[in-house]
């Protein structure tokens, strides 16, 4: 599309699905705080800051290299910074500290053809969201059965935490910043 073109030439990276869903994950944690923390002995500790957790296939298998700040991060600069340490994990370049401190994962199974999975949580963290395949399937609008490019996704999350209901509230939170990217420019 003439958007994703103007994208690519003016900040030298592809617009993909990651910096959306970054920025919706991001704006559904300062919702719901409890998934942005994690158990420390007895305490629960709440994160104040966003620090993602990107899975990114590499030859020995997936790896997490983390997204910090970013809540502070525009959408080219999170597209910028996941193609630079996805090239840096199929290089087997990336530092430890690249690899730790995460605050939430999300994981994109979708890529390897993934129509739906249960994402393992990546401790100490409290959830991790799991994209899956976009595929055309049947779906009602305004009384009509239409066809459309939907994708599941699936949350874990540490029920010691997070009940059932806050869960399913985080995640139609993501799914509503996801689909009006104008609040997601807002509240992401």
């Known amino acids: 599309s003439r958007r994703k073109d103007a994208f690519k030439e003016r900040h030298n990276v592809s617009l ?25 002995g007895n305490e629960m500790v ?7 957790g ?15 700040d970013a809540d502070r991060k525009s959408f ?7 193609a630079a340490l996805a090239k840096k994990a199929r290089e087997n ?12 994962t999300i994981t994109n199974g979708g890529i390897f053809g993934s129509l739906l999975s249960t994402p393992i949580l990546n401790a100490p963290q409290v959830g991790i969201l799991g994209m899956h395949k976009i595929e055309q399937r049947p ?4 009384g009509q059965v239409v066809i459309r490019p939907m994708m599941y996704v699936a949350l874990s999350y540490d029920h010691r935490i ?4 806050e869960a399913v509230q985080f995640l139609v939170r993501v ?4 689909e009006d990217p104008e609040t997601l420019l807002l509240e992401g």
């Open 162 to 165: 997070v009940d059932g209901r």
């Open 139 to 142: 779906v009602a609008v305004n």
């Open 54 to 68: 990107i899975a990114v296939g590499a030859e020995e298998g997936l790896v997490v290299p983390v997204l910090r």
């Open 46 to 52: 709440l994160k104040r800051y966003y620090d993602i």
């Open 93 to 104: 370049s990336l530092a430890l500290t690249e690899l730790q401190g995460g605050t939430f």
């Open 16 to 40: 993909g699905f990651m910096s959306f869903f970054t920025k919706g994950v991001v704006g559904a944690l300062k919702a719901f705080p409890r998934l942005n923390a994690e158990i420390q």
């Open 175 to 178: 799914k509503e910043l996801v």
């Open 76 to 82: 080219a600069e999170i597209e910028q910074e996941i």
